[in-house]
């Protein structure tokens, strides 16, 4: 019954649309990633995590002289507990133009720089990074603030999407295409739709996600030579080798797979590539 009424929708929403249908459904899709860009960390996902603001401390301050030295616009800072869920670490930075906030993963702090461990809850055996490996890490996340990746990004996506919507609505209702796969005297939407889907875009999706893929990595090592521009290049060899080894990551890759596959760069890849940066930063 649910795939029915589905199918109903969308053969409804195509006929609707006419032969103007790929802008509005291009239009949808722009307003609501906008609305989940903008609302999702506020509203949303404080249902499932708890952010605690993190109290004045010497990772606070260093924090905020990293902020200062670049002009990013901090004006909260947070740790998750996202070790609840997951042993994953990260850490991130969301918000509009002039108030940003940087969000911390409990499992990206050591118990030397945590200031939520306590003598009752020290763990020897606790991973994470210290101090100056977490500021190098955001150095790095901030890099990508600096060079707008995120909104570069979405600009992309939304050029792709709205290609796909264009091919679409051009050929939904062409009797060529239709008449091929043996619909001589209909014109079937929803057949119109899955062939379109499936033996079209299909293929172009490899494409565009090999270049989406070598983008991403790209901006990855324009992010890691920020950091080491800003004399965190060290250190962010420590946390790179240090998360990796807490994320049970794999280190090794094949370089053409990799390129076109990993949208972050293998461990062995960007330490090279960190070390080269740090050799041109000497010379200079």
């Known amino acids: 019954k649910q795939w029915y009424q589905r199918r109903v929708a969308i053969t409804a929403g195509i006929q609707w649309g006419g032969d103007y249908f790929f802008i509005y459904a291009w239009g949808f899709t722009f307003a609501f990633t906008l609305a989940i860009f903008f609302i999702y960390m506020d509203f949303i996902a404080p249902l499932f995590d708890k952010y605690i603001p993190v109290p004045e401390s010497p990772l606070r301050t260093a924090i905020e002289n990293l902020a200062k030295s670049i002009n990013f616009p901090l004006t909260k800072l947070y740790v998750v507990d996202g070790s609840k869920r997951s042993a994953h670490t990260n850490v991130f930075y969301y918000g509009l133009n002039k108030s940003k906030k940087i969000v911390l993963h409990d499992t990206l702090l050591d118990a030397s720089c945590n200031p939520f461990v306590t003598e009752n809850n020290f763990k020897k055996e606790q991973k994470g990074c210290t101090q100056d490996e ?116 794999f280190p090794l890759a094949d370089k053409m797979y990799s390129t076109f596959t990993f949208s972050h760069p293998p461990i062995l890849e960007r330490l090279a590539a960190i070390r080269e940066e740090m050799e041109k930063k000497k010379e200079k």
């Open 134 to 249: 977490v500021v190098a890490v955001l150095a790095r996340e901030l890099g990508r603030w600096h060079y707008k990746h995120v909104w570069k990004n979405m600009i992309l996506n939304q050029f792709i999407f709205f290609g796909k919507f264009y091919i679409f609505g051009m050929l939904v209702k062409n009797k060529q295409l239709m008449a091929d796969f043996g619909f001589l005297d209909e014109q079937p939407t929803l057949i119109a739709l899955l062939v379109i889907f499936y033996y079209i875009f299909s293929p172009m999706d490899k494409v565009f996600s090999a270049l989406s893929v070598f983008i991403t990595r790209c901006f990855e090592f324009q992010a890691d030579r920020f950091a080491v521009g800003l004399g965190h290049g060290a250190k962010l060899q420590d946390s790179l080798v240090k998360l990796v080894t807490d994320n049970l990551s």
